[in-house]
């Protein structure tokens, strides 16, 4: 039961109450005065959202921007996490941005070509945003809502109509993939080879674009975030099983907003493992419920890779690995990988899986230690844990519990 939390994580409520005690406790009201008393809205849209509540019968609608005339034409502002880490942005700063965010919602079947949908898949697609018109039925909720898969949502509020006011500007490539006969991993792979990021090819496979036409269909936000971590994963893994294993043992570092991240790389064929360790404090590990000992929760896949869902880790776990295969990619060498992440009790709202997507590309943008024999690398290892609030783990924790460190190999001695 130590782990319920972490593993859940407010999600699937495995604790078998109807709503997350925890999220509950974290859900912040946020007043927009100028909403109060209307029902209509003009204003740049930004991104769509598909919910997962009641599937395949689910609440979907464009993300629009509560800023008027403040709004920043930059689309990274309020929907690119890259921009977000890139300008060292901290959780208030996160929290209020997104606070200004307004998510719109209207009954739809996952599979519907009503114009509502088509507008929505049109939004998604575009490289800007777009400037929308809506008609509320009722006054919006104003609970910023929060999640460990998807980013802080603002107000939100159900929808009548909408009108899109503007022509989208979709590139002429990314039109060429949607429209043609693909199916939807296809489309996304191929929309990933034009320079897209995973966040904007989750956003374009959320809204329904892709797929066969006889099959097109939305996808709830939260499923095409880890959805499209895993398929672009999938692509780049079947090619750096083809390159050379890397020379040497590697060790690369990167911190955020009280994340730290050490991922070392070891001379072998692929294989992957993902270490979680939650201090007291931090947003899934109630010091009072849990004790005053950090809770290490691991997943792990072979070179042929993995059929389950990764249900300890979650979304986690996908994008932890998206990074790495990104970074091995480019160095076009394959490793063994274990990444250890500690999360610290400064981390108190979840605010989506970007969180570590980031913080492990960033640490391959920087230059990683290199050791001859694994003792040496993990001693390293052990010397940079760190301890948070009197505590401190040492690599012999992990170790117990690996997979892969346990293993010996001739590179060793």
Same mark, same amino acid.
């Given at each position: 039961?130590?782990?319920?939390? /972490?593993?859940?994580?407010?999600?699937?409520?495995?604790?078998?109450?109807?709503?997350?005690?925890?999220?509950?406790?974290?859900?912040? %009201? *946020?007043? $927009?005065?100028?909403?109060?008393?209307?029902?209509?809205?003009?204003?740049?849209?930004?991104?769509? $959202?598909?919910?997962?509540?009641?599937?395949?019968?689910?609440?979907?609608?464009?993300?629009?921007?509560?800023?008027?005339?403040?709004?920043?034409?930059?689309?990274?502002? &309020?929907?690119?996490?890259?921009?977000? &880490?890139?300008?060292?942005?901290?959780?208030?700063?996160?929290?209020?941005?997104?606070?200004?965010?307004?998510?719109?919602?209207?009954?739809?079947?996952?599979?519907?070509?009503?114009?509502?949908?088509?507008?929505?898949?049109? /939004?998604?697609?575009?490289?800007?945003?777009?400037?929308?018109?809506?008609?509320?039925?009722?006054?919006?909720? !104003?609970?910023?809502?929060?999640?460990?898969?998807?980013?802080?949502?603002?107000?939100?509020? #159900?929808?009548?109509?909408m009108?899109? *006011?503007?022509?989208?500007?979709?590139?002429?490539?990314v039109?060429?993939?949607?429209?043609?006969?693909?199916?939807?991993?296809?489309?996304?792979?191929?929309?990933?080879?034009?320079?897209?990021?995973?966040?904007?090819?989750a956003?374009?496979?959320?809204?329904?674009?892709?797929?066969?036409?006889?099959?097109?269909?939305?996808?709830?936000?939260?499923?095409?975030?880890?959805?499209?971590?895993?398929?672009?994963?999938?692509?780049l893994?079947?090619?750096?099983?083809?390159?050379?294993?890397?020379?040497?043992?590697?060790?690369?570092?990167?911190?955020?907003?009280?994340?730290? &991240?050490?991922?070392?790389?070891?001379?072998?064929?692929?294989?992957?493992e #993902?270490?979680?360790?939650? !201090?007291?404090?931090?947003?899934?590990?109630?010091?009072?419920? &849990?004790g005053?000992?950090?809770?290490?929760?691991?997943e792990?896949?072979?070179?042929?890779?993995?059929?389950?869902?990764?249900?300890?880790?979650?979304?986690?776990?996908?994008?932890?690995?998206?990074?790495?295969?990104?970074?091995?990619? *480019?160095?076009?060498?394959?490793?063994?990988?274990?990444?250890?992440?500690? /999360?610290?009790?400064?981390?108190?709202?979840?605010?989506?899986?970007?969180?570590? %997507?980031e913080?492990?590309?960033?640490? !391959?943008?920087?230059?990683?230690?290199?050791?001859?024999?694994?003792?040496?690398?993990?001693?390293?290892?052990?010397?940079?844990?760190?301890?948070?609030?009197?505590?401190?783990?040492?690599?012999?924790? !992990?170790?117990?519990?690996?997979?892969?460190?346990?293993?010996?190999?001739l *590179?060793?001695?």
């Amino acid at each position: 039961m130590q782990s319920l939390c /972490i593993a859940c994580k407010g999600s699937r409520l495995l604790c078998g109450r109807k709503t997350c005690p925890l999220l509950a406790a974290l859900k912040k %009201r *946020t007043e $927009f005065d100028k909403l109060t008393n209307t029902k209509e809205f003009f204003g740049p849209s930004t991104s769509v $959202f598909v919910g997962r509540i009641g599937y395949p019968n689910v609440r979907v609608g464009p993300m629009a921007v509560l800023e008027g005339e403040e709004f920043d034409a930059e689309i990274g502002r &309020f929907e690119e996490p890259n921009e977000w &880490f890139a300008h060292g942005l901290g959780m208030d700063e996160i929290v209020e941005l997104r606070s200004s965010t307004l998510r719109t919602k209207r009954g739809e079947k996952v599979t519907s070509r009503s114009n509502f949908v088509s507008d929505m898949a049109e /939004i998604a697609l575009a490289k800007q945003p777009v400037d929308v018109e809506l008609i509320f039925k009722s006054k919006p909720s !104003f609970n910023l809502s929060f999640s460990d898969i998807t980013r802080p949502t603002g107000a939100s509020v #159900n929808v009548e109509k909408m009108h899109v *006011t503007e022509n989208p500007k979709i590139p002429k490539q990314v039109e060429r993939i949607v429209s043609d006969e693909l199916k939807a991993v296809e489309a996304a792979k191929g929309l990933y080879d034009l320079g897209l990021d995973v966040y904007k090819v989750a956003v374009i496979l959320s809204s329904g674009a892709l797929g066969l036409r006889s099959a097109k269909k939305m996808v709830p936000t939260r499923w095409s975030i880890t959805a499209t971590d895993d398929v672009i994963f999938k692509k780049l893994a079947a090619q750096l099983r083809e390159y050379p294993p890397v020379d040497s043992y590697y060790v690369y570092e990167s911190s955020y907003m009280d994340n730290h &991240f050490l991922i070392l790389l070891m001379p072998s064929l692929f294989e992957y493992e #993902n270490f979680e360790a939650w !201090f007291p404090g931090s947003v899934w590990n109630d010091a009072l419920a &849990f004790g005053q000992r950090p809770v290490i929760v691991e997943e792990y896949e072979g070179f042929k890779g993995r059929k389950q869902y990764a249900v300890e880790e979650g979304g986690g776990y996908y994008a932890a690995r998206l990074a790495v295969a990104e970074a091995l990619h *480019t160095m076009r060498w394959q490793a063994g990988v274990v990444v250890f992440r500690e /999360i610290h009790p400064r981390y108190i709202l979840p605010l989506g899986v970007w969180v570590v %997507r980031e913080t492990v590309r960033a640490a !391959f943008r920087k230059r990683g230690e290199k050791f001859n024999t694994k003792k040496e690398a993990l001693d390293f290892i052990d010397s940079r844990l760190q301890a948070k609030e009197g505590m401190r783990l040492g690599i012999h924790d !992990f170790e117990v519990l690996s997979k892969i460190l346990k293993q010996k190999r001739l *590179t060793d001695f």
